[in-house]
């Protein structure tokens, strides 16, 4: 089966994206999906949550100006069927350099290309960073599908307008035509308050069966987990955290097909 890619985005931050990112990416691993997540942010969240350093030069950042490759960058993590391209502060300046190059919105599907030909994964997540920029377009660029993580609060709903806005130029102007949206995913719940509920309840109206089932609550273990370099399931396998992103992985991997 040919290696499908999917790109986690929103352009507002602290809406739990890497924590998605990540925490799907090693769920999935363990459930046997040979798993490469690419940390496409320059902050490296993904990287520094799954164990590893920043180091100069690891990053797609050099691949994307047309040194080296992306395959000779992917490091094995503590976890087994799980892999990463890690990222770097480095990747901040790929925006101003690769603005200036040829074809500049689809480099990094052009360096992932021979990485899906290997064979090697069943799965590309690609952690975007927390803006609408070059790197992020690349990505939607590179993608099958997309997936959207929407923090339960009011504000949610004006990214919703806008990730809808952004998918349908995407498709339009050419980028990248068969995109799919393949669902939005509601974090940081609180079951006390209303206002949790109210917002999960409109974002189910809009988006109706494209929102996940799961929805990821907000809790103490989630935060603590990337300090400690390990996802949720490898540093509290009984937290509600922990429950919630394998249950996602489950629907996941059902509507990719995996």
């Known amino acids: ?58 990053s797609v950042y050099r691949p994307l100006l047309g040194d080296g490759t992306a395959e000779e960058r992917i490091k094995e993590t503590a976890y087994s069927n799980l892999s990463i391209l890690p990222s770097e502060l480095d990747l901040c300046g790929a925006e101003v350099e690769m603005a200036r190059s040829e074809d500049y919105l689809n480099r990094l599907k052009g360096i992932l290309q021979p990485v899906r030909d290997s064979g090697r994964f069943d799965l590309i997540v690609l952690d975007c960073p927390p803006s609408l920029s070059i790197l992020t377009l690349n990505a939607f660029s590179a993608a099958d599908r997309l997936m959207v993580p929407l923090q339960c609060e009011y504000y949610a709903l004006e990214g919703v307008a806008m990730i809808s806005r952004i998918l349908a130029q995407v498709r339009d102007t050419g980028i990248n035509p068969g995109l799919e949206l393949l669902g939005v995913v509601m974090t940081m719940f609180d079951g006390r308050t209303k206002l949790s509920q109210n917002v999960v309840a409109e974002v189910r109206q809009h988006f109706g069966d494209k929102v996940f089932e799961t929805v990821i609550p907000r809790t103490t273990r989630l935060a603590e987990a990337p300090s400690f370099g390990k996802p949720i399931i490898h540093y509290d396998a009984y937290s509600a955290g922990s429950a919630a992103y394998e249950v996602l992985a489950e629907e996941v991997a059902k509507r990719l097909g995996l």
């Open 1 to 58: 089966m040919p290696t499908k890619v999917l790109a986690i985005a929103n352009q507002k931050g602290g809406v739990g994206k890497t924590t998605t990112s990540v925490n799907l990416s090693a769920c999935l691993a363990a459930q046997g999906r040979r798993v490469l997540l690419v940390d496409l942010d320059s902050q490296a969240n993904a990287t520094s949550g799954l164990g590893l350093e920043k180091l100069e030069g690891g």
